[in-house]
């Protein structure tokens, strides 16, 4: 069944215990990231506070209330300019917020193999609802709700890709290479 962008929200922000994201591509044009990619190209040293800072306290207040959002972003290393800014701009403020992100570089690791055939984004809210997300060149042009006969597939997926992928917090200190600061250089 295929959703829209508001029900889509209704969805993952109605999540009870658990929200986990697979992201698979290179770049997103998303609205949401307001100015702030042609912000971080430019140079700027920081996202738009007013914008970025209602997002961590929403992250915040869901990890206090017990709640958990995951993100395994798959991906192939050297970082494109989008990955670099979602990396320092997203992933870093968020996962100090509260939001455990990992990553599987597949330069370094393998796929796993309950990952092989998904070559695609989705969510799993509660281990119950598998959302495949579809893009077209990192536009947003829907979401599916996928039969419940799927859930296997998608919980095994969500287990391998949290399982072979490392904290953010992790690659993104063993990788200066990609930081802001360094490309400058």
Same mark, same amino acid.
């Given at each position: 069944?295929? +959703?829209?962008?508001?029900?889509?929200?209704?969805? +993952?922000?109605?999540?009870? #215990?658990?929200?986990?994201?697979?992201?698979?591509?290179?770049?997103?044009?998303?609205?949401? /990231?307001?100015?702030?990619?042609?912000?971080?190209?430019?140079?700027?040293?920081?996202? @738009?506070?007013?914008?970025?800072? $209602?997002?961590?306290?929403?992250?915040?207040?869901?990890?206090?209330?017990?709640?958990?959002?995951?993100? !395994?972003? !798959?991906?192939?290393?050297?970082?494109?300019?989008?990955?670099?800014? #979602?990396? #320092?701009?997203?992933?870093?403020?968020?996962?100090?917020?509260?939001?455990?992100?990992?990553?599987?570089?597949?330069?370094?690791?393998?796929?796993?193999?309950?990952?092989?055939?998904?070559?695609? /984004?989705?969510?799993? +809210? @509660?281990?119950?609802? !598998?959302?495949?997300?579809?893009?077209?060149?990192?536009?947003?042009?829907?979401?599916?709700?996928?039969?419940?006969?799927?859930?296997?597939?998608?919980?095994?997926?969500?287990?391998?890709?949290?399982?072979? $992928?490392?904290?953010?917090?992790?690659?993104? #200190?063993?990788?200066?290479?990609?930081?802001?600061?360094?490309?400058?250089?």
């Amino acid at each position: 069944m295929m +959703i829209d962008l508001p029900q889509l929200s209704d969805l +993952i922000n109605g999540y009870s #215990e658990t929200a986990f994201r697979l992201e698979t591509l290179e770049a997103y044009a998303s609205a949401s /990231d307001g100015a702030d990619v042609a912000r971080y190209l430019a140079g700027h040293s920081a996202p @738009d506070p007013a914008r970025k800072g $209602a997002w961590l306290d929403r992250l915040r207040s869901e990890r206090a209330e017990g709640r958990l959002r995951q993100r !395994v972003h !798959v991906l192939h290393s050297p970082l494109t300019d989008y990955l670099r800014y #979602e990396c #320092e701009w997203g992933y870093a403020p968020n996962s100090q917020a509260g939001e455990d992100i990992r990553i599987l570089d597949l330069a370094e690791r393998p796929l796993p193999p309950p990952l092989v055939g998904i070559d695609h /984004d989705f969510w799993l +809210i @509660d281990g119950q609802t !598998v959302i495949r997300m579809h893009y077209d060149d990192g536009r947003f042009g829907g979401a599916e709700v996928l039969p419940s006969a799927d859930l296997p597939r998608y919980r095994a997926a969500r287990d391998a890709a949290l399982a072979g $992928a490392e904290l953010f917090p992790a690659y993104w #200190e063993r990788h200066p290479q990609f930081h802001q600061v360094n490309q400058a250089a």
